[in-house]
């Protein structure tokens, strides 16, 4: 085992430098993803500086990095992953993980890799991959990341960091832009609901009466509250293998079809509950499903 023991510096072993490699991998992809902000670059660099300067140490940088995966699901289950690197001075921590949910049990967290380091001592490994049998897509970090495709819909990033002003200025004009995009897809969003109204049977929906059992509060791909919608889809994204719960806009751009396999249409009712009108299970198999699209 090839170890570098230098007074003031980090220890690190050849199963450490995979970690560390692994997490300059996907902030080099982050820098090219389309989602992330020139405001969040500068944060970026530093912590890219850090990890790429190891071992040495960097005391001046305090910023936390946190990249949110898409939703996948498998069967009657929901999955999906984070990654995230946070630095203190004398400090690094690298971890990943995600949130698992299944109706008929509810949701729960796991981890999958949690390293952190310090100056003058030995890192702390601690691999989860060998209890997540229930989770699907779990991979060792390195895999993950090489597997990343940040150009796919889904992923979001957040970026903490006092020392970068321009995050503020983010937040601000993220404000005015959300005002000029909700003028901007009223209209769209409109066209595309009047669309659902023309063909959907809204009596037959009712006479079967499968409701969403726990309703997402807001779309999964632009954010905005579906309190005031009149439908939603929950649907494969287009060219992904994730699936996304969808207002009627981001649907006509991001989603794949409605129907069976490849989405559900929602229609919000008088009384707060979302009932389900287009893409139903075959009659055969409703009987038994116990899946989390309806109850």
């Known amino acids: ?39 969040q670059l500068v944060s970026i660099y530093k912590v890219l500086h850090v990890l790429t300067k190891l071992p040495e140490t960097t005391e001046d940088v305090d910023v936390v990095i946190d990249l949110c995966g898409p939703k996948r699901r498998f069967g009657k289950h929901e999955i999906f992953h984070y990654w995230k690197i946070e630095i203190e001075p004398n400090y690094i921590s690298i971890s990943s993980g995600g949130s698992f949910y299944r109706p008929s049990t509810g949701g729960d967290s796991f981890t999958c890799l949690h390293w952190t380091a310090q100056p003058e001592c030995e ?14 897509d779990a991979q060792p970090f390195d895999v993950e990341v090489e597997q990343m495709d940040l150009s796919q819909p889904g992923y979001s990033l957040d970026i903490f960091d006092d020392d970068n002003p321009l995050l503020d200025d983010d937040t601000t004009n993220e404000e005015e832009d959300e005002e000029t ?16 109204d023309s063909t959907i049977d809204l009596a037959k929906a009712m006479q079967r009466g499968k409701k969403h059992a726990k309703p997402p509060l807001k779309c999964d791909i632009c954010e905005i509250e579906l309190e005031d919608s009149k439908y939603f889809i929950d649907g494969k994204v287009k060219n992904s293998f994730g699936w996304a719960n969808m207002c009627s806009d981001c649907f006509a751009r991001k989603g794949e079809a409605i129907g069976y396999g490849s989405g559900q249409l929602y229609y919000h009712m008088e009384n707060g509950e979302w009932l389900l009108v287009e893409g139903f299970y075959p009659e055969s198999d409703e009987e038994t499903y116990e899946g989390d699209e309806y109850e």
């Open 1 to 39: 085992m090839n170890i570098e023991n230098d007074k003031e510096n980090y220890i690190l072993n050849d199963k450490d430098k995979i970690v560390i490699n692994s997490a300059i991998g996907m902030l080099q992809k982050i820098i090219s993803a389309p989602f992330v902000k020139p405001s």
């Open 123 to 136: 890192a702390d490994y601690n691999d989860y991959l060998d209890s997540l049998s229930i989770v699907d």
């Open 181 to 196: 995009e909700i003028i901007e897809d009223v209209s769209s969003r409109n066209q595309i609901e009047a669309q659902f």
